[in-house]
């Protein structure tokens, strides 16, 4: 059996690999705070007794692309986008730390600022709760203060701080959840440096134009390894008419 159908088995079966995952980037092409998914792989040469013609591809590290999307003005108080670098610490239920860029916030019906899937947000000293009949301000530094709409005059009222953090992108890894943490599973620190802008959202960073080209071009070399597992089936075939005439 022509080896040729190994190496062409194992490119075709990347190029899935690859679509599945511009698949998934296009589905989040309107994800608030996206962060692109990357795939990467590498050529390795197949050890053999004749000459190392032939080689296979095999998965390296998954990454992300950690560009920063646009940022979108919505007016909605409880929206939050971080300008440039930098993340939101959620507090997860078993304690550990997670991290998003998705500052759609979203209060339970205890008042807990949670993220949009119900996570708790982390603050400097804590959970952060807002009371009712108030209208919440985001200082570029994270600082969450209400001012209640029912008294007369009301005073601004500090309820805590965001807690923001700014780790190595080589540092933080993608979770089945979606949420960043970090590789080694520690907690990162407070970074004063990382700044946010209320009442606005961070678009996906995913770019609709270039992942369909992508797909096109995965496409293509997923139909030239199919094209190679042919010829080396008819190559086969025809092999076996030489032999069968002798």
């Known amino acids: 059996m022509d080896r040729?159908?190994?190496?062409a088995a194992s490119g075709a079966k990347h190029?899935?690999?690859?679509?599945?995952?511009?698949?998934?980037n296009l589905a989040n092409?309107?994800?608030t705070g996206f962060r692109a998914q990357l795939d990467v792989f590498r050529a390795v040469p197949v050890q053999s007794e004749g000459l190392p013609t032939r080689a296979f591809v095999v998965n390296s590290t998954a990454a992300a692309d950690f560009t920063p999307g646009a940022l979108q003005v919505t007016g909605r108080d409880l929206d939050v986008a971080i300008k440039g670098e930098g993340w939101l610490a959620v507090q997860m239920p078993d304690g550990t730390e997670a991290y998003t860029r998705n500052g759609a916030l979203q209060t339970s019906q205890n008042g807990l600022l949670t993220t949009a899937?119900?996570?708790?947000?982390a603050g400097e000293g804590g959970p952060i709760t807002i009371p009712p009949d108030a209208t919440v301000t985001v200082g570029g530094d994270g600082t969450i203060s209400t001012?209640?709409?029912?008294?007369?005059?009301?005073?601004?009222?500090?309820?805590?701080?965001?807690?923001?953090?700014?780790?190595?992108?080589?540092?933080?890894?993608?979770?089945?959840?979606g949420l960043f943490r970090l590789r080694d599973g520690?907690?990162?620190?407070?970074d004063a440096a990382v700044r946010v802008a209320g009442g606005a959202l961070e678009g996906s960073n995913v770019s609709a134009v270039d992942s369909m080209v992508s797909m096109i071009s995965l496409a293509r070399s997923f139909e030239t390894q199919m094209s190679l597992l042919k010829n080396a089936e008819n190559n086969a075939a025809k092999a076996t008419q030489i032999l069968a005439l002798n």
Request: charged letters at 15%; zero cysteines; proline letters at 7%.
């Open 29 to 31: 092409v309107n994800t």
């Open 186 to 190: 520690g907690t990162a620190q407070p």
């Open 117 to 121: 899937n119900g996570a708790t947000i």
């Open 4 to 7: 040729l159908i190994y190496t």
């Open 15 to 24: 190029i899935l690999e690859q679509q599945a995952t511009t698949s998934n």
């Open 147 to 177: 001012i209640s709409t029912t008294d007369q005059p009301a005073a601004s009222n500090i309820l805590g701080r965001l807690k923001l953090v700014n780790p190595p992108a080589g540092d933080m890894v993608r979770g089945d959840d």
